[in-house]
């Protein structure tokens, strides 16, 4: 019986500037597209030979500060900004509960807490190395 290695556990962390949270929203007016770059927390995961190891199972927990939402139109920004009341709920936050791979993907969940709401949602993401961090894309949609 050969040993295998053990997982590197490393902890990153999100520093605002560095990151994005992009949104895309549908409206009469069409598609519009937000972004921030407010976003703060953290990814702890293990991994060994450039791949993610799920024992023990990785944590993250993103915080965005939604009253940053831009579009480049201060029309849709106000839209926004009202119908999030970015004022009474200024931020997200997402937590990750839990992870497997489906592939070369990963499904997770864990709860977001959007609008003073808190609820479970489930999505599938990427992650991958990238230099001296890690470059993860998932998409997930909410109807407001």
């Known amino acids: 019986m050969s040993q295998v290695p053990s997982a590197g556990r490393s902890r990153f962390v999100v520093e605002p500037g560095e990151s994005a949270v992009l949104v895309e929203a549908r409206s009469t007016a069409g598609r519009i597209s937000f972004g921030t770059q407010s976003i703060r927390g953290f990814l702890e995961v293990g991994y060994y030979d450039g791949r993610v190891c799920l024992s023990p199972a990785p944590q993250a927990e993103l915080d965005v500060d939604l009253r940053t939402l831009r579009s480049g139109n201060a029309i849709y920004d106000a839209e926004l900004a009202q119908r999030l009341d970015v004022r009474r709920y200024p931020r997200a936050r997402l937590t990750l509960d839990r ?22 949602i489930t999505g599938t993401v990427s992650a991958r190395p990238d230099h001296d961090g890690w470059l993860v894309h998932g998409e997930h949609l909410f109807d407001i």
């Open 99 to 120: 992870a497997c791979t489906t592939g070369d993907r990963f499904e997770v969940s864990g709860p977001v807490t959007l609008h003073g709401n808190t609820c479970e």
